[in-house]
């Protein structure tokens, strides 16, 4: 969601910056529009910095060793938040 709120951003600052050429006495449409776009990058970077770091930590790497023949078995599985059991 955070990756997508970023982008967003992205976009309605670089419309203000660079797309719309009017003049308010109130306000300076070219400074909102880089700060939009500053804030929007900062969004994106910290969402992809925890997508990856969710990823690393719902991963579980199990061992197991067969009492009859002696082979181990390695399985690496994920989980998400909708795995868990009520």
């Known amino acids: ?19 719309i050429n009017v003049e308010v006495e109130w306000a300076n ?4 529009g880089y700060i939009l776009m500053g804030a929007g990058a900062v969004v994106f970077i910290i969402g992809l910095v925890l997508l990856a770091r969710r990823r690393q930590t719902n991963s579980v790497t199990r061992t197991r060793v067969d009492p009859a023949s002696g082979d181990q078995t390695t399985r690496r599985t994920t989980s998400s938040p909708d795995d868990t059991a009520i």
């Open 1 to 19: 969601m955070s990756i997508g709120t970023g982008i967003v951003l992205i976009v309605i600052g670089a419309i203000l910056t660079f797309a």
């Open 29 to 32: 449409l070219d400074l909102i």
